[in-house]
């Protein structure tokens, strides 16, 4: 994730476990994007 400019961070939580959170931010806009690839990750939550 880093090699990417990403970041990784550790979140606190209720219960046993760790969680994790990471983030990419990408360049290319969505526009430019494959239509099923965009559908998918409007579908996850990440657009």
Do not use: H, W
């Not at 990417?4 to 994007?33: D, H, N, R």
């Not at 690839?37 to 996850?44: G, P």
């Amino acid at each position: 994730v880093r090699k990417m400019g990403g970041e990784i961070k550790v979140v606190k939580k209720k219960g046993p476990g760790t969680l994790m959170q990471l983030y990419l931010v990408f360049s290319t806009p969505a526009e430019s994007m494959d239509r099923s690839c965009s559908v998918e990750l409007k579908q996850r939550n990440l657009m």
